[in-house]
């Protein structure tokens, strides 16, 4: 409806490279035969579904047209221009620091800040980045790339808000040393928690008690053996970041009808609708917002106060959240 794409929406979880949509692919020199793969895996949507294995297939077609920095800056600001042309006020954008020919870690991070930087004054949009270690990556290079984040963090301490373990889940492990160290640090932290039945891993992110989760599916007691962990994470109540395309394309949630959001909004838990990668699941936050609207019944001003939530669980500081409590406030009236 009209409605949730004119309302100012709040971006808690969305990847970088999972967010480009197929003009910005083609014009990076992507071939159409490896775009129409996002098609065929949206087509199927509510037919059959898939699983975490086909859509993680696709994400190497993103990274290789993000090679250069020249590219991964345009890939960038085309990311933050669709989210601001959907309405949305905050974004918290992340991404994987990956080393390339043509440029180091280091150097990926400093060309994401650089555009989120220049986009500031351009796009009306407050932009956050949140770096990720993916599960692929070994005890040694995840280590080097904390290292790097911590620092290009003390650099950029007003963009650079938080860490994020991602990536195949059936892959790798949550390692809580490094995750320690980040917080310390005084990095936000952000797990993908529970996308496949994992009630030990499970287990030791919620003893980790991250600052927020990512898609947490498996953490439901209707899950086999997931009492204990549910108990846990109903004593901490972290907030949950749901993508409900996501989860419904990646088949690890049936249908949208049965996503867990229900139960977390019976519970009155807190979570944030989020997109996940609006490129590879061709969805949108207005679609997202949409979604839970209609197969949850869910008012206006239930959803508008859905928003006020996301402002609270961010990670901008005590004055941003000022602001954009100050944003939504002001236009309230023309929606509700
Ligand atoms: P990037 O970090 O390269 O900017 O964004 C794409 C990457 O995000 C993927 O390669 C993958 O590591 C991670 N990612 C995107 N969507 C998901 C998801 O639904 N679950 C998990 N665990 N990781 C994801």
């Given amino acids: 409806s009209n409605f949730c794409k004119l309302i100012p929406k709040i971006e808690l979880h969305a990847h970088l490279n999972g967010s480009l949509n197929e003009d910005i692919l083609k014009q990076l020199g992507c071939d159409e035969t490896s775009i129409s793969e996002y098609q065929k895996l949206t087509e199927i949507l509510n037919k059959t579904s898939r699983n975490l294995d086909e859509c993680f297939h696709l994400f190497p077609i993103a990274h290789n047209a993000t090679k250069t920095k020249e590219k991964l800056y345009m890939a960038t600001k085309s990311v933050i221009k669709d989210f601001k042309k959907d309405n949305t006020i905050y974004l918290e954008l992340r991404t994987t620091p990956r080393s390339e020919e043509d440029m180091s870690k280091e150097e990926y991070i400093e060309t994401v800040v650089k555009c989120i930087n220049d986009c500031k004054s351009k796009y009306k949009i407050l932009v956050k980045l949140i770096l990720s270690i993916n599960r692929r990556q070994d005890d040694n290079n995840a280590e080097e790339s904390l290292k790097i984040i911590i620092k290009m963090k003390e650099k950029y301490p007003d963009i650079i808000k938080g860490i994020d373990l991602s990536g195949d889940p059936k892959v790798g492990t949550f390692n809580e040393n490094l995750f320690e160290k980040a917080r310390i640090a005084g990095l936000k932290t952000s797990i993908h928690c529970a996308e496949v039945k994992n009630n030990e891993e499970v287990k030791k992110i919620l003893d980790f008690g991250p600052d927020r989760l990512g898609?947490?599916?498996?953490?439901?007691?209707?899950?086999?053996?997931?009492?204990?962990?549910?108990?846990?994470?109903?004593?901490?109540?972290i907030p949950i970041e749901c993508c409900l395309t996501s989860n419904v394309i990646c088949g690890t949630v049936e249908r949208y009808e049965e996503h867990h959001i229900q139960e977390l909004i019976n519970l009155r838990l807190p979570f944030s609708i989020c997109t996940d990668d609006k490129g590879v699941f061709r969805t949108n936050s207005s679609?997202?917002?949409?979604?839970?609207?209609?197969?949850?019944?869910?008012?206006?001003?239930?959803?508008?106060?859905?928003?006020?939530?996301?402002?609270?669980?961010?990670?901008?500081?005590?004055?941003?959240?000022?602001?954009?409590?100050h944003v939504l406030n002001k236009v309230l009236y023309l929606f509700l």
């Fill in 215 to 237: 898609h947490a599916v498996c953490l439901h007691p209707a899950y086999e053996g997931s009492q204990e962990n549910w108990d846990l994470y109903l004593q901490k109540k």
């Fill in 287 to 325: 679609k997202e917002y949409e979604h839970v609207m209609k197969h949850f019944k869910i008012s206006p001003t239930d959803l508008y106060q859905f928003n006020y939530n996301s402002v609270e669980q961010s990670f901008a500081s005590d004055e941003e959240k000022k602001r954009l409590i």
